[in-house]
């Protein structure tokens, strides 16, 4: 499913003294099949933006062509335009609610008019796709598990109404770096299955750059670039402009630069980066 | 959600805004009594212009203060056709078993509606020209009489300034949690009132447990800060009474005066 932004503009509390432009002008196209970072500082505008494309927020100013659907039209099937974009918001855990954890993950599935034994069916696959043992934690309230068990069953919750394209808002927001990396690796997996767009909000580099095709770089509610990691971690003028840091294996690279050994290439991955070793040693 | 304006503090720097905390809390009493004193629909005259010129003065947006009655709709109109029902006097215009509307009837339900709205919209006037900083203090500093006779008189003030602060954040929360539940297909504007009062259980849980989440947080903070070691705080602020607060204090003084001159139909008006 393609993503079209069409000159996107968004102010909250407009004629107000609290107005603030949070959004200006934004033009820019996903493709089927990407993994699309989204990053700049806080408050330029990302989680915004990010909430326009299941109709959270209403457009104000601007077009967004989400596949068939067109956002910025009066009447939308809202139901079947977020069972098709799953949004993971941030800390995801605060918004668990019922009483056991299969109830909460069907929840998303009920509403999007599955009937309950399917809706089971789909909570019980997406519990096991994101790592948690069924059986054993299934019955028990959502309140009783582990920060890491909670945000799991929370993209559960999304994952279970089978999105084709996944927005998560700092999925790897304050876990430990083994639950951060357990998340990413999980997205991926649900990229070789039914998830075929994910739109990813990062404060991480490292992140960004290991596992995103695609990024765009929010500054002051404006878009700035529109390109691929390595082409916005290679060039070091860009990067500072905006106040962002170059990934680790980046570092890593410019580092060894100063003290004469100068590798090929921008390195994304630790992978890539020990390969890039490999060549000059 | 974020319609709910009230006790929200909107800034400016006007006459009203720089007034005194206290003085404007008993200004906001004497109007409320005022508001109540009325028992003649003409003496509500004086009562709206003093709402529109204090208003005005303030410049406080008129949309802002009439959205605050939004809030409270519900209970005006319940209230306003309880009593029309309850009151049985005067002039019988219907009557069906053994309800029946009269003119006694509609005159207080006229009466209650308005008193409601304009308690409402004094009280949110007081509250958007105020910061809970202020009002806390100015409240504070009037229990003192509280005080001598052992009354925690500061911390009734901190609690009532933290619930005003916890307003804006609390309807925060709401809208994320809502819009969480919404990504998951909840849909909280149809159906009828049960459907969606169960509809509301999803926001409702996890905005208890994250309220009790950052009363335990707020209460750590507080500790961490040593807050109550010292028993004399200080302020960084000292309140002072102006001419501005005895001039306003003159104003409401001439339109209650106006109010009650008007009910005893002092000039033969009517």
């Known amino acids: 499913m393609q993503i079209k932004v069409e000159n996107l503009k968004y102010t909250y509390s407009p004629k107000t003294p609290f107005e603030k432009v949070a959004l200006d002008d934004i033009t820019f196209t996903i493709n089927d099949g990407d993994t699309i970072g989204i990053i700049g500082s806080t408050g330029s505008g990302k989680?915004?933006?990010?909430?326009?494309?299941?109709?959270?927020?209403?457009?104000?100013?601007?077009?967004?062509?989400v596949g068939e659907w067109e956002?910025?039209?009066?009447?939308?099937?809202?139901?079947?335009?977020?069972?098709?974009?799953?949004?993971?918001?941030?800390?995801?855990?605060?918004?668990?609610?019922?009483?056991?954890?299969?109830?909460?993950?069907?929840?998303?599935?009920?509403?999007?008019?599955?009937?309950?034994?399917?809706?089971?069916i789909l909570?019980?696959?997406?519990?096991?796709?994101?790592?948690?043992?069924?059986?054993?934690?299934?019955?028990?309230?959502?309140?009783?598990?582990?920060?890491?068990?909670?945000?799991?069953?929370?993209?559960?919750?999304?994952?279970?109404?089978?999105?084709?394209?996944?927005?998560?808002?700092?999925?790897?927001?304050?876990?430990?770096?083994?639950g951060k990396r357990e998340i990413l690796d999980l997205v991926t997996e649900l990229k070789k299955s039914y998830v075929k767009t994910v739109?990813?909000?990062?404060?991480?580099?490292?992140?960004?750059?290991?596992?995103?095709?695609?990024?765009?770089?929010?500054?002051?509610?404006?878009?700035?670039?529109?390109?691929?990691?390595?082409?916005?971690?290679?060039?070091?003028?860009?990067?500072?402009?905006?106040?962002?840091?170059?990934?680790?294996?980046?570092?890593?690279?410019?580092?060894?630069?100063?003290r004469g050994i100068d590798l090929q290439g921008t390195p994304l991955t630790q992978a890539e980066l020990i390969s890039l070793l490999g060549g000059v040693l | 959600m974020r319609d709910v304006s009230f006790g929200q503090y909107y800034p400016s720097n006007s006459v009203v805004h720089r007034l005194d905390a206290r003085a404007k809390l008993l200004l906001t009493i004497a109007f409320i009594v005022m508001v109540?004193?009325?028992?003649?629909?003409?003496?509500?005259?004086?009562v709206v212009v003093f709402i529109l010129l204090v208003t005005l003065v303030s410049r406080v947006p008129v949309l802002k203060v009439l959205k605050s009655i939004k809030a409270i709709i519900f209970i005006v109109v319940l209230m306003s056709i309880i009593n029309l029902f309850a009151n049985a006097e005067g002039e019988v215009y219907w009557s069906w078993w053994r309800l029946s509307i009269t003119s006694g009837g509609v005159?207080?339900?006229?009466?209650?509606?308005?008193?409601?709205?304009?308690?409402?919209?004094?009280?949110?006037?007081?509250?958007?020209?105020?910061?809970?900083?202020?009002?806390?203090?100015?409240?504070?500093?009037?229990?003192?009489p509280l005080k001598l006779i052992k009354v925690?008189?500061?911390?009734?003030?901190?609690?009532?300034?933290?619930?005003?602060?916890f307003i804006p954040i609390l309807m925060e929360e709401v809208d994320k949690i809502m819009m969480a539940q919404k990504a998951r297909g909840a849909c909280f504007d149809r159906g009828g009132v049960f459907k969606r009062a169960k509809a509301l259980l999803p926001v409702l849980i996890p905005l208890f447990v994250s309220a009790?989440?950052?009363?335990?947080?707020?209460?750590?903070?507080?500790?961490?800060?040593?807050?109550?070691?010292?028993?004399?705080?200080?302020?960084?602020?000292?309140?002072?009474?102006?001419?501005?607060d005895l001039v306003a204090t003159l104003i409401t003084g001439v339109f209650i005066t106006l109010v009650v001159a008007i009910n005893n139909n002092f000039w033969g008006l009517y």
């Open chain 1, 47 to 65: 989680s915004t933006l990010c909430q326009h494309f299941n109709a959270l927020i209403r457009i104000s100013k601007g077009k967004i062509y």
């Open chain 1, 71 to 120: 956002l910025h039209a009066k009447k939308l099937d809202l139901g079947a335009l977020r069972q098709a974009v799953g949004m993971l918001f941030q800390y995801p855990e605060y918004q668990l609610f019922a009483d056991t954890v299969k109830d909460d993950v069907a929840f998303g599935p009920i509403n999007f008019g599955k009937s309950k034994e399917d809706a089971d």
């Open chain 1, 123 to 178: 909570a019980k696959y997406a519990l096991e796709l994101v790592g948690i043992n069924y059986d054993e934690v299934a019955e028990k309230s959502p309140f009783e598990l582990s920060g890491g068990q909670k945000r799991r069953v929370a993209i559960a919750g999304i994952i279970a109404s089978r999105p084709e394209v996944l927005v998560l808002d700092e999925p790897t927001a304050g876990l430990d770096p083994q």
């Open chain 1, 199 to 258: 739109i990813m909000i990062s404060h991480n580099m490292d992140e960004i750059a290991e596992y995103c095709n695609r990024v765009i770089v929010l500054n002051d509610s404006k878009l700035l670039y529109d390109t691929t990691p390595r082409e916005l971690f290679a060039n070091k003028e860009l990067l500072s402009q905006t106040g962002l840091q170059a990934p680790h294996t980046v570092r890593v690279k410019e580092l060894l630069k100063d």
């Open chain 2, 36 to 46: 109540f004193l009325v028992d003649n629909l003409l003496a509500y005259i004086p």
């Open chain 2, 107 to 144: 005159l207080t339900a006229i009466n209650l509606a308005l008193r409601l709205i304009f308690l409402v919209m004094g009280s949110s006037l007081l509250t958007y020209t105020t910061t809970p900083m202020e009002l806390t203090d100015g409240m504070e500093s009037l229990m003192y």
């Open chain 2, 152 to 165: 925690p008189t500061h911390d009734i003030a901190i609690i009532m300034s933290i619930a005003l602060r």
């Open chain 2, 212 to 244: 009790f989440r950052r009363a335990d947080e707020l209460a750590l903070a507080l500790d961490a800060r040593c807050y109550n070691a010292t028993p004399n705080r200080t302020k960084y602020k000292q309140a002072k009474l102006g001419w501005g």
